[in-house]
Structures are given as structure tokens and as C-alpha cells.
């Protein structure tokens, strides 16, 4: 069904239409696997939508001599066809013809043909594989502005607040043009302006506050949300819950960067909960603490710095089940004093200032592991948040409750009609596949690319390499070129600052910090002689413009100075240079230290072609390449794991925490 066509289905907050969960059998799981690679392959073929695309252009020929009310007269006749017929390709190529004609007049933008083929995909059900630059932003209008014209309620999902707001207020007026509403959810909206965002035709909203919402609505709705119960509730008059429900159901939705949100994030399941009254808790994690910090690596506890995890070792256990006999009751239980100690161990040696967090206003702020942002009203859970604090020397946050939780790979599951677009998906195609049944389908550039890639440089020691990008950002500088360094953390991003500052070269940071200018520096980053650092936050959504003087000297050049955790990640760094036929360079300066911070997650191999020997030879020089893309495959070996094992947790329990509530 999410693969398909879209549904049509009346909107309305008592009926609330999803996909509702199901356990396939084991051998239609079977049988799904082994007819996937072909399954996949059929859905991504866009011969049909290419004839769809040439009748396109036919009818937009048709609508130029038309004035513009007669536009809205017609998008007016095409509304009630859709409503009363539903789709066919007749109808969609009238209303994709009528859209573009819109957009060219009311934004001063006209759909490519490559958009063209973009909004098809996106309306029956794939992803859309389009390289960074081509108008994403524009092209989900077309499938957007299709499916509210049927009276689908239509979601687009971006990444954070910033994109949301601007990508709704950008494509608004073609939306009102077209006789369509459009609402937008951001972090500060009150409930009463969500639900008003949710009731428009069109709502742009970000992935976590949509999921939120959603949660919020099913602990309203509790066990009771049968259609037919809302429906009798509904009767009773403006007091019934579904008048104080903020979604319609789970309809239409469009993801951008649909890797970002459907994969990567797909780690961490969201939760929501609750402050708990509990005043001796804090004294019991400040004694996981002072515990943690009595213990040995190696001896008390292993680290597995890759998966986030802390293993007590035999001796680690005996040694605090002897130090809890003379703590408190609440030290007794086996279980529970395991579980303090690990996620003190946590907080003291996995999670990291300014990589994984910031210290601001005298409380601790989580940076988003995926796009370098800050989450300032998130908290992790079971005391890590506090111990983190404690660690820190903040006050420490009233301990939180879970009420609900839900993983990505189900909340997506159940729209009607799921689709997406993002500029590196081919990667991940098969997850795509086998978890939201979505298909990718390569979208050609509008223009050729004249992207260069250099070769790229490796180092054995990190310090050499950093050296080595001050060099060669001198060197661009000197040559009037924008260049823009992406790293891989505050910390770094920091560092590296502090390095050019002392060679003399005139730069800006974007990274957490400084998330509230990202638009403006990012906006002059093309700018001739512009030297921007940059954590994973700067790629995504955000155009970056050339000047012509910055064209005329080769365009933006892109470092890279560590691998992302999926190469993929990196394409989205190179892809900020040469967009829409731009001139434009890209090149890695990496350090064979950079994946090395926790060896013994290495195999044995991986440490003979690092060791003294294989130094004193150069033979870890000649390796380098295969051997850094080798870790990063682990690296996405691991995460993939990570999320099937999300997945199952979320498909098996359909409950929350053992001790709490429901399963979302």
C-alpha cells in the first residue's frame, strides 16, 4: 500500500486513517526477501513517467495564453474531479501541468523536467534520488499540491525548524494560488496553532515534532481509539477528545532527506515522558558517579565506544556488589545497581562535550548526532542525562518518566502513502525497501555536474593533517576561492578555528553554537576568498550561491578531514560544491588516526596494517584508502544492526518500558 498509488481517503480527526500494525508470517517474510532485489528493481523503473512527463509539457503548452484567473478557475474544476474520481494519469498530468505553470508565475520558478519526473515518483510511492542543488524544495510541490487538491492531507517532513518554516513560507503563495491551505509546525507553535497547522491542506513540520505530536495524541486517545467510539464521542459535542486531537491520521507524507530521517535517525526510538517526584534519586546518581570514577578500565568495565555500550566485567561486579553493603536500600538490588554504575560509566567516558553535547546557560543541551544541531528540550533517559550534568557541575534536571515511545521505522509504516527525496539513497536502498517498502529511483541532473574530485591525502598522524588543511586553505584563499571545511564535531570544527586564527586566515564557524546564524553563513559561503568551517549541520537543505567572482576562480572547493559514519554522508559534504552545473572541487585530507580512537574495536588485521611494522615499512600508507573505508563499513555494518534491532524491539514488545504505560 505505501508503494502504491496514493489513497484516497476522507479526512477528518474521528476517523483518523494509518496503516495499522501487522506481524507478517515467517515465511511471507521469506518469500518479501527473496523477491525483493526484483520487486525493487520493477517500482523503480520511470519509463512510464518519462510519456507521463512529454503529456506534461503537451498541456503546460496549452495553459501559457491563459490569464491567471483562469488558472484558479481551473484549479478549482480540477479539485472537484480529483475529490469525485480520484487520480488517473490524465488528471495528474493536468495537475502537474497546472502547478508548474503556477509556480513560474507566482514564484518566478518553473519546474525542469527532472522536477518533473521528482514529483511523479514522489506521488506513487518512491524515493527520489535527486543530487544536492536540484530543487527539492520545488519539486515536492507538484506531488503535494496533487494529493491536497484530491483532499489528501498532505505532510512534508524536513530535518529541523529552520528548513520547515522557510521551505513553507518559500512555497505559500503557489499553494493559495492553487485555492490550498498550508499550516507549519515548529518547535515554539502552541497546541492550538499545531492543531489549526495539522487542519490545512499542506503542513511542513519537522520529523521529531510530527512524531511527538502524534505520540501525544495516542496517550490522549489511550486504549479507546477505535473509529466507531471517536465517532460516538464526536457526537456528544465540542467536549470530545477528538476535538482535542492535533493530527487528522497518518495520510500523505513527503520526507526530505528521507536517508537522514528514515534511516539514520532511525537508531534512537523517540520517547515521551514525564518529571518524576522522586527526592532521593539524585543522591543515589551522584553515588553512581563517585563509583564510576573509582573504577578501572580493563579490569571493572569495557568500553564499546562504537555501539555506546558499558560491560561490567566479573570483577567489577564483585567489587561494587562489596561497596553497595554499605550504601543505602537502595544499592541492595543486583539489577538495579548494574544499571546505575553503567550509566554513570556512560556519562563519564562515552558521551563527550562538544561532540555529543554543550554546556550552555548552566544546563546541558544534546547535540543531534545527525545534523550537528542542538536539541534543547531533549534529555536522555534512566539518569544519563543527569549523571552527564553531574559530570559537568550543573544542577541537576528533575529525573524524567517514560510515558510513551516509538521507533521511526513504525510511526513511518503507518502513513497511507509514503515517499521521500534526498541526494544519497542508493546506499541505502534496500533498507528502504525491506522497512517502508519504498523503491529508489535516480533522478538525472537538470545539468551535468563539473564537480571535481582531487585525489585524496592521507596522513598517519592527525596533527600532520591539520596541518596539512591550514596549508591548503592558505593556498585557496590566496587564489580568491570559497573553500568550506567540514569536520566532524564542535570540538573539532573549534580546534581547527583556533589554527587558522593563528596562520592569519579570516574565516567563520558554523556548528552548534552558532545554529542560529547558519542561514546567513551559510548563504555567503560561495562568497570569493570565504573560508567556512562547518560541522555535519551545514550540508543539508541550504543552498549555497556563488558569486561570480567566486565562479570565474573554480567555484567552492569542499575538504573533507574525517570519514563519516556512512559514506554516503560524505557524497552530501561533496555535494555542496558545483550544484546546477557550477564549477566546483571536492578532496579528503585524512589521518589514520582519526578511526583509531577506541583500537580495540579494530580487527585483528586492521591493527597488524597499523602497527609499528607495517609503519617502519609504509605499508599502512599503501592501505590507508581500503583501510579507512573498510572501518567505515563496520561502522554502517554496526548502525544497521543497531536499527533492525530497534525495529524488532518496537515490532515484538508494542509496549513501553516494563514499568510504565503502553507501547507508545
Same mark, same amino acid.
Given at each position: 500500500?505505501?508503494?502504491?498509488?496514493?489513497? $484516497?481517503?476522507?479526512?477528518?480527526?474521528?476517523?483518523?486513517?494509518?496503516?495499522?500494525?501487522?506481524?507478517?508470517?515467517?515465511?511471507?517474510?521469506?518469500?518479501?526477501?527473496?523477491?525483493?532485489?526484483?520487486?525493487?528493481?520493477?517500482?523503480?523503473?520511470?519509463?512510464?513517467?518519462?510519456?507521463? $512527463?512529454?503529456?506534461?509539457?503537451?498541456?503546460?503548452?496549452?495553459?501559457?495564453?491563459?490569464?491567471?484567473?483562469?488558472? +484558479?478557475?481551473?484549479?478549482?474544476?480540477?479539485?472537484?474531479?480529483?475529490?469525485?474520481? %480520484?487520480?488517473?494519469?490524465?488528471?495528474?498530468?493536468?495537475?502537474?501541468?497546472?502547478? +508548474?505553470?503556477?509556480?513560474?508565475?507566482?514564484?518566478?520558478?518553473?519546474?525542469?523536467?527532472?522536477?518533473?519526473?521528482?514529483?511523479?515518483?514522489?506521488?506513487?510511492?518512491?524515493?527520489?534520488?535527486?543530487?544536492? %542543488?536540484?530543487?527539492?524544495?520545488?519539486?515536492?510541490?507538484?506531488?503535494?499540491?496533487?494529493?491536497?487538491?484530491? %483532499?489528501?492531507?498532505?505532510?512534508?517532513?524536513?530535518?529541523?525548524?529552520?528548513?520547515? &518554516?522557510?521551505?513553507?513560507?518559500?512555497?505559500?503563495?503557489?499553494?493559495?494560488?492553487?485555492?490550498?491551505?498550508? %499550516?507549519?509546525?515548529?518547535?515554539?507553535?502552541?497546541?492550538?496553532?499545531?492543531?489549526?497547522?495539522?487542519?490545512?491542506?499542506?503542513?511542513?513540520?519537522?520529523?521529531?515534532?510530527?512524531?511527538?505530536?502524534?505520540?501525544?495524541?495516542?496517550?490522549?486517545?489511550?486504549?479507546?481509539?477505535?473509529?466507531?467510539?471517536?465517532?460516538? =464521542?464526536?457526537?456528544?459535542?465540542?467536549?470530545?477528545?477528538?476535538?482535542?486531537?492535533?493530527?487528522?491520521?497518518?495520510?500523505?507524507?513527503?520526507?526530505?532527506? &528521507?536517508?537522514?530521517?528514515?534511516?539514520?535517525?532511525?537508531?534512537?526510538?523517540?520517547? $515521551?515522558?514525564?518529571?518524576?517526584?522522586?527526592?532521593?534519586?539524585?543522591?543515589?546518581?551522584?553515588?553512581?558517579?563517585?563509583?564510576?570514577?573509582?573504577?578501572?578500565?580493563?579490569?571493572?568495565?569495557?568500553?564499546?565506544?562504537?555501539?555506546?555500550?558499558?560491560?561490567?566485567?566479573?570483577?567489577?561486579?564483585?567489587?561494587?556488589?562489596?561497596? &553497595?553493603? &554499605?550504601?543505602?536500600?537502595?544499592?541492595?538490588?543486583?539489577?538495579?545497581?548494574?544499571?546505575?554504575?553503567?550509566?554513570?560509566?556512560? #556519562?563519564?567516558?562515552?558521551?563527550?562535550?562538544?561532540?555529543?553535547?554543550?554546556?550552555?546557560?548552566?544546563?546541558?543541551?544534546?547535540?543531534?548526532?545527525?545534523?550537528?544541531?542542538?536539541?534543547?528540550?531533549?534529555?536522555?533517559?534512566?539518569?544519563?542525562?543527569?549523571?552527564?550534568?553531574?559530570?559537568?557541575?550543573?544542577?541537576?534536571?528533575?529525573?524524567?518518566?517514560?510515558?510513551?515511545?516509538?521507533?521511526?521505522?513504525?510511526?513511518? +509504516?503507518?502513513?497511507?502513502?509514503?515517499?521521500?527525496?534526498?541526494?544519497?539513497?542508493?546506499?541505502?536502498?534496500?533498507?528502504?525497501?525491506?522497512?517502508?517498502?519504498?523503491?529508489?529511483?535516480?533522478?538525472?541532473? @537538470?545539468?551535468?555536474?563539473?564537480? +571535481?574530485?582531487?585525489?585524496?591525502?592521507?596522513?598517519?598522524?592527525?596533527?600532520?593533517?591539520?596541518?596539512?588543511?591550514? =596549508?591548503?586553505?592558505?593556498?585557496?584563499?590566496?587564489?580568491?576561492?570559497?573553500?568550506?571545511?567540514?569536520?566532524?564535531?564542535?570540538?573539532?570544527? =573549534?580546534?581547527?578555528?583556533?589554527?587558522?586564527?593563528?596562520?592569519?586566515?579570516? @574565516?567563520?564557524?558554523?556548528?552548534?553554537?552558532?545554529?542560529?546564524?547558519?542561514?546567513?553563513?551559510?548563504?555567503?559561503?560561495?562568497?570569493?576568498?570565504?573560508?567556512? $568551517?562547518?560541522?555535519?549541520?551545514?550540508?543539508?537543505?541550504?543552498?549555497?550561491?556563488?558569486?561570480?567572482?567566486?565562479?570565474?576562480?573554480?567555484?567552492?572547493?569542499?575538504?573533507?578531514?574525517?570519514?563519516?559514519?556512512?559514506?554516503?554522508?560524505?557524497?552530501?559534504?561533496?555535494?555542496?560544491?558545483?550544484?546546477?552545473?557550477?564549477?566546483?572541487?571536492?578532496?579528503?585530507?585524512?589521518?589514520?588516526?582519526?578511526?583509531?580512537?577506541?583500537?580495540?574495536?579494530?580487527?585483528?588485521?586492521?591493527?597488524?596494517?597499523?602497527?609499528?611494522? #607495517?609503519?617502519?615499512?609504509?605499508?599502512?600508507?599503501?592501505?590507508?584508502?581500503?583501510?579507512?573505508?573498510?572501518?567505515?563499513?563496520?561502522?554502517?555494518?554496526?548502525?544497521?544492526?543497531?536499527?533492525?534491532?530497534?525495529?524488532?524491539?518496537?515490532?515484538?514488545?508494542?509496549?513501553?518500558?516494563?514499568?510504565?504505560?503502553?507501547?507508545?
Amino acid at each position: 500500500m505505501m508503494a502504491g498509488a496514493p489513497v $484516497i481517503r476522507a479526512a477528518s480527526h474521528v476517523l483518523r486513517p494509518e496503516v495499522e500494525d501487522r506481524r507478517e508470517p515467517w515465511l511471507e517474510q521469506v518469500l518479501r526477501a527473496a523477491g525483493a532485489p526484483f520487486l525493487r528493481r520493477l517500482r523503480a523503473r520511470k519509463a512510464r513517467h518519462l510519456s507521463m $512527463i512529454r503529456a506534461i509539457g503537451r498541456a503546460g503548452a496549452a495553459l501559457e495564453q491563459e490569464s491567471e484567473a483562469q488558472l +484558479r478557475a481551473r484549479a478549482r474544476r480540477l479539485r472537484r474531479e480529483l475529490q469525485r474520481d %480520484g487520480f488517473d494519469d490524465a488528471r495528474v498530468v493536468a495537475a502537474f501541468a497546472l502547478v +508548474r505553470e503556477m509556480a513560474g508565475r507566482v514564484l518566478g520558478m518553473r519546474h525542469f523536467d527532472t522536477q518533473l519526473l521528482g514529483g511523479l515518483l514522489l506521488l506513487y510511492g518512491r524515493v527520489a534520488e535527486m543530487d544536492t %542543488g536540484e530543487g527539492k524544495t520545488l519539486t515536492a510541490t507538484l506531488a503535494a499540491a496533487t494529493a491536497a487538491l484530491a %483532499g489528501v492531507p498532505v505532510h512534508v517532513i524536513t530535518v529541523n525548524d529552520y528548513l520547515t &518554516a522557510r521551505d513553507a513560507e518559500q512555497m505559500r503563495p503557489l499553494y493559495e494560488a492553487l485555492g490550498l491551505t498550508v %499550516g507549519c509546525v515548529v518547535h515554539e507553535v502552541s497546541q492550538q496553532e499545531r492543531r489549526e497547522a495539522y487542519g490545512a491542506d499542506i503542513t511542513y513540520c519537522t520529523n521529531k515534532e510530527l512524531t511527538f505530536d502524534y505520540l501525544r495524541d495516542r496517550l490522549l486517545l489511550g486504549e479507546q481509539a477505535h473509529p466507531l467510539r471517536l465517532q460516538a =464521542e464526536y457526537l456528544q459535542g465540542r467536549e470530545a477528545r477528538v476535538h482535542r486531537l492535533l493530527l487528522r491520521g497518518l495520510h500523505f507524507a513527503i520526507v526530505d532527506e &528521507a536517508d537522514s530521517v528514515l534511516v539514520d535517525e532511525a537508531r534512537t526510538p523517540l520517547v $515521551i515522558s514525564s518529571n518524576c517526584d522522586n527526592p532521593g534519586e539524585e543522591k543515589v546518581l551522584r553515588e553512581a558517579m563517585q563509583l564510576a570514577g573509582e573504577m578501572e578500565q580493563g579490569r571493572h568495565f569495557e568500553l564499546d565506544a562504537g555501539a555506546r555500550k558499558v560491560r561490567l566485567t566479573a570483577s567489577g561486579k564483585l567489587w561494587l556488589a562489596a561497596r &553497595a553493603g &554499605a550504601m543505602g536500600a537502595l544499592w541492595k538490588g543486583t539489577v538495579r545497581r548494574e544499571g546505575l554504575v553503567q550509566q554513570a560509566l556512560m #556519562a563519564r567516558h562515552l558521551f563527550v562535550r562538544d561532540v555529543d553535547y554543550l554546556v550552555r546557560d548552566g544546563g546541558i543541551q544534546i547535540i543531534d548526532e545527525h545534523t550537528g544541531r542542538v536539541m534543547a528540550d531533549r534529555s536522555w533517559e534512566r539518569g544519563l542525562h543527569q549523571m552527564v550534568e553531574i559530570k559537568e557541575g550543573c544542577e541537576p534536571t528533575p529525573l524524567r518518566e517514560t510515558l510513551a515511545r516509538i521507533s521511526y521505522q513504525r510511526f513511518f +509504516r503507518r502513513y497511507l502513502h509514503l515517499s521521500g527525496m534526498t541526494g544519497t539513497a542508493r546506499e541505502v536502498a534496500a533498507e528502504l525497501w525491506s522497512v517502508y517498502g519504498l523503491a529508489v529511483t535516480r533522478v538525472p541532473p @537538470h545539468k551535468p555536474s563539473r564537480r +571535481r574530485y582531487l585525489p585524496s591525502r592521507y596522513f598517519r598522524r592527525e596533527e600532520d593533517k591539520w596541518r596539512a588543511v591550514v =596549508e591548503r586553505v592558505e593556498a585557496l584563499h590566496a587564489a580568491g576561492r570559497p573553500v568550506l571545511v567540514g569536520t566532524h564535531s564542535v570540538e573539532a570544527s =573549534e580546534s581547527l578555528s583556533r589554527r587558522f586564527d593563528a596562520a592569519g586566515l579570516p @574565516h567563520r564557524v558554523l556548528n552548534a553554537r552558532q545554529d542560529a546564524e547558519e542561514a546567513e553563513i551559510i548563504a555567503r559561503a560561495g562568497e570569493a576568498g570565504r573560508i567556512t $568551517i562547518a560541522t555535519s549541520m551545514a550540508g543539508r537543505g541550504t543552498d549555497i550561491k556563488l558569486d561570480e567572482t567566486a565562479r570565474e576562480r573554480g567555484g567552492l572547493h569542499v575538504i573533507l578531514t574525517r570519514l563519516f559514519d556512512a559514506a554516503r554522508n560524505d557524497r552530501q559534504l561533496a555535494g555542496r560544491c558545483a550544484r546546477q552545473g557550477d564549477p566546483g572541487s571536492f578532496e579528503a585530507l585524512l589521518s589514520l588516526q582519526d578511526s583509531c580512537e577506541d583500537p580495540r574495536r579494530l580487527a585483528w588485521w586492521q591493527r597488524l596494517l597499523l602497527g609499528g611494522a #607495517a609503519r617502519a615499512s609504509g605499508l599502512d600508507m599503501r592501505v590507508a584508502p581500503w583501510l579507512l573505508r573498510s572501518i567505515q563499513a563496520g561502522v554502517e555494518r554496526r548502525h544497521a544492526r543497531i536499527r533492525r534491532s530497534v525495529w524488532r524491539h518496537d515490532e515484538q514488545s508494542k509496549q513501553l518500558l516494563s514499568f510504565s504505560g503502553r507501547g507508545e
